[in-house]
DNA sequence: CCTAATTTTAGTACTAGCTACTACGACCAG
DNA sequence: CTGGTCGTAGTAGCTAGTACTAAAATTAGG
């Protein structure tokens, strides 16, 4: 009986922590109605850090993702890359993409993963985004893994004409014509 | 002269808490080549507090940051919004949207921008972007106040057209024409 | 150069929120 | 009734501090 008491307990506990990670072992061991000893023993057989690790990595974890995104060039995965002609690159939508509402992802994800392998591709030591004609043809959902081609239609002068064919598992979700206008240092 | 020593010696105290919030006093102390009090009093001056309060509050705003990026339909900042007619929002360029080197901003944030900004206008529960042209005519820069004005200019079904003007302090950057589709839950 | 003020360092007592450990009593099953 | 699991209790020790007092060192002013 009181073996099922236990696990019930550190099913609860670890319920709590999960859902409200800044409560001390005092503060849990009144809400579970036992001791504070009990709380540590607790911890230490489920291998749940003291609250000050478990604030410590969530503050670590906030600043490395923050570092990340700064330091992405590309978003998604750059899959294949012929400078100068074409590349892929991969994209899995996570549900920090979506609308909570409709749980389809935003439009700027997909665009964001075509307009950067657009400039990814481009031979150039500088470019930027002149012109994008875009059409998003089927919603994207959570779990959906997108993959985008990009390829070098036609050069004229500094101006890369660039396509972008943006696929789910299943069909073409998205596509895009970019002229990328690129320019050396002055 | 020793006077002069105690500001500098705090600013740089101020500059490492930023870059580096998981110091203790004493790497700190040693970093600055001072004892630990002399730390404790800076801290103490400067208003820093102390290192667990640091992450606590890193994990704390961590947190809402998740929250706030899901509940955050539109990037940038909303200024004025008319339901079915017309929005404006503003976004500050940081140095973490740009490009490292050529200090111009990711094609993307401005899209963004507008892109958001056009879904909210819309007054329909659920909608999606369905086409989209788009101009950047001038590149933008780290500092600048971009402000999108958006305006539903005409309406068919379920079927939405969106112009967005971007400007910057001094021009316009970029423009924008959606065609947003939106739809009832089935 | 000496004194006064400022700045720095040293040290103590106390705190939260733990870990790691030992010890004891309750309960329950065979 | 004896062994094993559980929960509880309590101690020592730790980190990274606060809050305080006091002394030493430095510096500036006269």
Redesign the interface.
């Known amino acids: 009986m009181a073996y099922v008491k236990k696990k019930i307990r550190q099913q609860l506990l670890i319920e709590q922590v999960k859902e409200k990670?800044?409560l001390t072992d005092e503060e849990l061991a009144k809400l579970l109605q036992v001791s504070i000893q009990t709380i540590r023993l607790d911890r230490l057989e489920l291998g749940i850090p003291e609250l000050?690790e478990r604030?410590?990595k969530?503050?670590?974890?906030?600043?490395t993702?923050?570092k990340s995104?700064?330091g992405r060039?590309v978003?998604g995965e750059l899959i294949d890359l012929e400078l100068g002609k074409s590349g892929i690159s991969l994209l899995r939508i996570t549900d920090?993409m979506v609308?909570?509402?409709?749980q389809?992802a935003?439009?700027?994800y997909v665009?964001?993963q075509a307009?950067?392998l657009a400039?990814a591709i481009i031979d150039a030591?500088?470019a930027?985004?002149?012109?994008?004609?875009?059409?998003?043809k089927v919603?994207v959902h959570v779990g959906d893994k997108l993959i985008a081609k990009a390829e070098i239609i036609r050069q004229r002068g500094n101006k890369y004409f660039v396509w972008v064919k943006t696929r789910n598992e299943t069909q073409e979700v998205f596509r895009a014509k970019f002229i990328m206008v690129s320019w050396d240092e002055k």
Do not use: C
Request: hydrophobic fraction near 40%.
């Open positions: 990670p800044f000050r604030i410590r969530m503050a670590e974890h906030a600043q993702k923050v995104i700064e060039e978003i920090d609308f909570a509402k409709s389809v935003r439009g700027h665009f964001s307009n950067s400039l030591p500088m930027v985004t002149g012109v994008a004609n875009l059409k998003y919603p």
